[in-house]
């Protein structure tokens, strides 16, 4: 146990670091996924193979890139190849053995909405859309999703199903012929959740240390489900919190160059 | 052998009005001079095709030139949204614009089967999905042998496509490496292509691998160096992530974009592009 004070937003990311497993094949969703992903590979999972989207295989960055096509991912991958082979080969292929997402909305079953606010046809919010997640949900042997969690966030009803987790529960992937094990953890900044094994709506099974039930709910738009034996997740190790927190500190210094988007360079 | 022309006569040569076009570039090398080209050119009524529509789409669009967008990520990767297109979508500024959204898997299928000469891209993918329900062009087909059913798309064919490349030699061999996207699979399905270049060499000196396209199936090469900031061309000079964050108070408001835009593309050249890369290139 470490004396440093972390946020929730730090123990979010080392608990989802924690999950990964030093052999695991692992497509990495931009943002919180990737800082969680090189969090393990830099502690206990150093043999993990990282593969984004762009193509890159095996990449072993040294900061958190932008965006999932950054120089540096190529730089330290094992190999790089051309997008319709990524997602021909090695997603359809069946070669991921976790897919980890981020959402904008979730709901209870671990459908995921990063299309839109409101109505398709006519939204309140356009948001960037699907991109790999749609495949990476029905390809991966199994889905990680990390997110902060909140009101707007998590709720009962997302607007658009961009992403299918478990539909409306129960068996509804088996029912349309997806064979994949879909949603099987929810690492938010206060709790660990799993999805029942019946019902497959997502169960706190962990609350992070020093936040209560009446947090975990007051910052859900469905009503919570607690497991009947809840554990305290532990708190960030040294080792953890130091490796995450250099991993920022290496990236802020990259990306924060003067903007310099005139013409005089 | 491929034509050699300045950009902006490739892009008046093979650019018109109405035309479906692809700017492709998979965050790697992402032909920003020739988009901007197509700007100043004042290109109407496009119907534009990307994977990731980011900040150029967001220009094309934000200045009228755009009916149209076929795509499946449209965001400032890391950043947040694009603010343009969201502001057509949302408002109809400065004018509507037609979606048609599909997810990576599609696309990234679709411009294969575009390279292969298929009518369509047949992969499994959309399950549970709703954009099936809101794209017509998202259909499905029984395998014929195991009955299987899988998503099918048509195949990516636009009229042009334009992509940035590390080097081509003086016969238009074109050399791509690092991060390679779409952008071989996007020249060989368009009817026309221009491929803007860092340098024009006397060999590639490239492994026995690694040309992307041999130049008899490129149209026209264009020279300009920088041609991809604020993207980047591996070996060459890195991305410019600090003008991606900048981006997103440029796009935020009507005004400061036009002026932005005013100043940085309708009243700049070409030209204008080694100098942006200069102090990004000691980082490559």
Not at chain 1, 175 to 194: F, N, S, V, Y
Not at chain 1, 202 to 208: E, G, N
Not at chain 2, 47 to 63: A, F, N
Not at chain 2, 91 to 114: D, R
């Amino acid at each position: 146990m470490s004396d440093m004070v972390h946020t929730p937003d730090e123990m979010m990311t080392i608990a989802a670091s924690r999950a990964l497993k030093n052999d695991d094949v692992c497509f990495v969703g931009i943002g919180a996924p990737s800082a969680a992903c090189n969090v393990a590979r830099l502690t206990h999972a150093p043999d993990i193979t990282l593969i984004y989207e762009s193509g890159t295989i095996g990449t072993a960055p040294d900061v958190l890139p932008l965006s999932i096509g950054d120089g540096e991912l190529c730089d330290t991958a094992v190999t790089t190849v051309a997008v319709p082979e990524m997602f021909r080969y090695w997603l359809q292929g069946g070669r991921i053995t976790i897919g980890f997402l981020g959402a904008a909305q979730l709901d209870r079953f671990g459908n995921i909405n990063t299309t839109v606010i409101g109505d398709y046809a006519n939204p309140k919010t356009r948001l960037p859309g699907g991109g790999g997640a749609p495949e990476i949900a029905g390809s991966s042997r199994e889905i990680f999703i990390t997110m902060k969690q909140s009101l707007r966030g998590m709720v009962e009803k997302i607007d658009f199903f961009t992403s299918f987790g478990h539909g409306e529960g129960g068996d509804h992937r088996q029912r349309l012929g997806i064979e994949t094990q879909g949603p099987t953890l929810l690492i938010t900044d206060l709790a660990i959740w799993r999805p029942d094994p019946e019902t497959k709506e997502f169960t706190v099974v962990s609350i992070h240390p020093g936040v209560t039930r009446e947090d975990v709910q007051a910052t859900c738009g469905w009503t919570v489900k607690f497991a009947d034996r809840i554990e305290e997740t532990p708190p960030p190790t040294d080792l953890e919190l130091k490796t995450l927190r250099d991993l920022k500190a290496r990236t802020k210094a990259a990306h924060q160059g003067q903007p310099d988007p005139g013409k005089a360079a | 052998m491929a034509k050699f022309q300045p950009l902006a006569d490739a892009v008046l040569e093979n650019l018109n009005d109405g035309d479906v076009v692809a700017f492709e570039g998979f965050t790697h090398l992402i032909p920003h001079a020739a988009a901007h080209e197509a700007i100043r050119q004042g290109k109407k009524d496009l119907t534009i095709i990307r994977m990731t529509p980011d900040l150029i789409y967001d220009q094309l669009i934000g200045m009228g030139m755009v009916k149209r967008m076929i795509f499946s990520y449209a965001g400032n990767p890391g950043v947040g949204l694009l603010r343009r297109m969201r502001d057509a979508v949302e408002n109809g500024w400065p004018q509507a614009l037609e979606l048609e959204e599909h997810s990576h898997a599609a696309m990234a299928n679709a411009y294969e089967a575009g390279a292969a000469g298929l009518p369509c891209a047949v992969f499994r993918g959309y399950r549970g999905a709703e954009l099936a329900k809101v794209n017509s062009n998202v259909r499905s087909v029984a395998c014929p042998f195991t009955g299987e059913v899988l998503a099918a798309v048509p195949a990516v064919r636009p009229d042009v496509a334009f992509i940035h490349a590390q080097k081509a030699d003086r016969k238009g061999n074109v050399l791509i490496e690092g991060i390679l996207g779409v952008q071989k699979e996007a020249v060989l399905a368009a009817t026309r292509s221009v491929v803007t270049v860092e340098e024009i060499v006397d060999d590639l000196n490239a492994h026995p691998n690694a040309c992307l396209l041999p130049d008899w199936t490129v149209g026209t090469i264009c020279l300009v160096p920088g041609g991809a900031h604020p993207s980047y061309a591996h070996g060459y000079y890195v991305r410019d992530n600090a003008y991606y964050i900048a981006w997103d108070k440029i796009a935020s408001d009507r005004e400061a974009f036009l002026s932005w835009m005013k100043e940085n593309v309708l009243d700049a050249t070409p030209e204008d592009f080694g100098g942006r890369v200069g102090k990004l290139r000691s980082a490559a």
